[in-house]
């Protein structure tokens, strides 16, 4: 089974609001990256978060880590209609195997 | 553009024929990662090669296989193809051994139609 799940599964908002995607994982982890891919699209990196951080910014995403509840949250503040987009966590474990998650597709209405 | 480069970007074929699909990495990555996407099953990861060697498997079936060559291109091949093999497959790579540590880069995929 994978070992990330995102939640919600589909989000709608309206522009300008804040966007906030949940990440759950298994395992231990070394790092979170978060994806976002546009519908039949390559994935593309957004941010990485390690695991000794909680907290990291870039631009107007802000993600979080909380390794005691193996869980990461992805916000995206001031939301445009160019965010619509799907957005995954990814994790390894220690094999070097990567799981994403089964992802969250946001929708931001104009 | 990423710099990933996969061809062909469709590829329609028969149940039971195999295909082959390529990859060639960003300039300077050593790591290839091949991921298959379909409605059902989300995004699997299926293999991870580093400088032409496998390093880790995922759910990859008995009917693929994949390999790196010197010049870093990967092919992966599907054979015996099914129906629930049609999917978007993916490509990866980045430019160490351990992905876990730096971001990888997407190719824009091939889209795989078995009828």
């Known amino acids: 089974s994978q070992q990330g799940e995102e939640d919600p599964q589909a989000l709608s908002i309206q522009e300008g609001e804040n966007a906030t995607m949940n990440c759950s994982y298994k395992?231990?982890?070394?790092?979170l990256q978060w994806y976002r891919q546009n519908s039949g699209r390559g994935l593309v990196h957004l941010i990485l978060i390690r695991s000794n951080e909680r907290e990291k910014h870039s631009g107007r995403l802000r993600v979080t880590l909380d390794t005691s509840k193996k869980s990461s949250s992805l916000l995206i503040t001031a939301s445009r209609a160019a965010d619509t987009a799907s957005y995954f966590c990814?994790?390894?474990?220690?094999?070097?195997?990567?799981?994403f998650g089964t992802g969250t597709s946001l929708t931001v209405i104009p | 553009d990423s710099g990933v480069t996969q061809t062909p970007k469709h590829l329609i074929t028969a149940t039971g024929q195999r295909v082959t699909l390529r990859c060639s990495p960003r300039s300077g990555d050593l790591s290839v990662y091949w991921y298959q996407q379909s409605l059902d099953q989300g995004l699997q990861f299926l293999i991870h090669y580093y400088n032409g060697e496998e390093r880790a498997k995922g759910n990859i079936l008995e009917r693929f296989s994949a390999q790196q060559f010197p010049d870093l291109h990967s092919e992966l091949n599907l054979s015996s193809l099914e129906l629930g093999d049609s999917a978007l497959y993916f490509c990866?790579?980045?430019?160490?051994?351990?992905?876990?540590?730096?971001?990888?880069?997407f190719g824009p995929g091939t889209r795989l139609t078995v009828l």
């Open positions: 990866a790579s980045s430019v160490d051994l351990a992905g876990r540590y730096n971001e990888q880069f």
């Open positions: 395992t231990s982890i070394n790092n």
């Open positions: 990814a994790t390894a474990n220690t094999g070097n195997q990567f799981y």
